[in-house]
């Protein structure tokens, strides 16, 4: 799973046993070289969509880590990318990379600004939000983007049950779960409860109009069906 230049076991499991905040200014300088960073197969075709979708003034990377989705800020056309996410070591590292960026430490849901972004995007950052937080992180989103302005992620299909990645992911929830019954702080990553259906409820309630778009550079599943899609989700007017 890992090259040389990723964490060892040990260092992973110092991570494991941190909150979510100390745990990724740990694994911050590392973390690129590990599969948690959204690979860039799948920020190509993203960036390709969000280019199709543009021009953009200003750009938000929400949970933005070490800057992936800057990347694609960048490359999709905005004037101006700013970066938030409350690990400092994190935003360091994003700011070696994308250094026209702007950075700020903060918390998705208590952003601070107004309605300024003209595109909001976020990758790999969700899992970190229970299901009763969703409300409170699409509003803030909207609060901060203008009318007609948009939130866009990729969102891969579900894994059909029994299959190999629907046994990886509920092994892993299963893990986290336990891991937090029995010792604290918590470290919140809940993957399998970002879904769809409850998703784009929540979207429609906080004020946006929601359409997907397919990424067929990244496959389809034996039924026809796109393997990953992007969720678009604008503010109304």
């Known amino acids: 799973m890992f090259t040389p ?3 060892t076991l040990r260092e992973l499991a110092v ?3 941190s909150s979510v905040e100390r745990g990724y200014d740990l694994l911050a300088p590392k973390f690129d070289h ?21 021009p953009y003034g200003t750009g938000l990377d929400l949970c933005c880590g070490t800057g992936a989705g800057l990347g694609v800020l960048r490359e999709a056309g905005t004037e101006r990318a700013v970066g938030v996410d409350f690990s400092a070591g994190m935003l360091e590292v994003a700011g070696r990379g994308e250094p026209t960026a702007a950075y700020v430490r903060g918390d998705a849901l208590a952003l601070p600004f107004g309605p300024v972004f003209d595109l909001v995007v976020s990758f ?6 229970l299901p009763e937080q969703h409300p409170a992180l699409f509003a803030q989103v909207h609060r901060v983007l203008r009318p007609g302005g948009r939130f866009a992620f990729p969102m891969p299909a579900p894994a059909r049950p029994g299959s190999r990645g629907y046994w990886a992911m509920l092994g892993f929830d299963t893990v986290m779960r336990v891991r937090n019954a029995l010792w604290r702080p918590p470290f919140v990553m809940y993957y399998r409860a970002f879904r769809f ?18 990424l067929p550079e990244l496959g389809e599943r034996p039924d026809g069906s796109p393997r990953c899609r992007l ?4 503010r109304r007017a």
């Open 197 to 214: 259906g409850d998703v784009r409820r929540e979207l429609t309630r906080a004020g946006f109009d929601v359409a997907l778009r397919a």
């Open 124 to 129: 790999g950052a969700f899992g970190h939000f």
């Open 5 to 7: 230049q990723g964490p």
């Open 15 to 17: 991570q494991a046993l």
């Open 34 to 54: 590990t599969p948690f960073r959204t690979p860039d197969a799948v920020l190509a075709p993203v960036t390709r969509a969000l280019r199709e979708l543009g």
């Open 231 to 234: 969720v678009v989700a604008t």
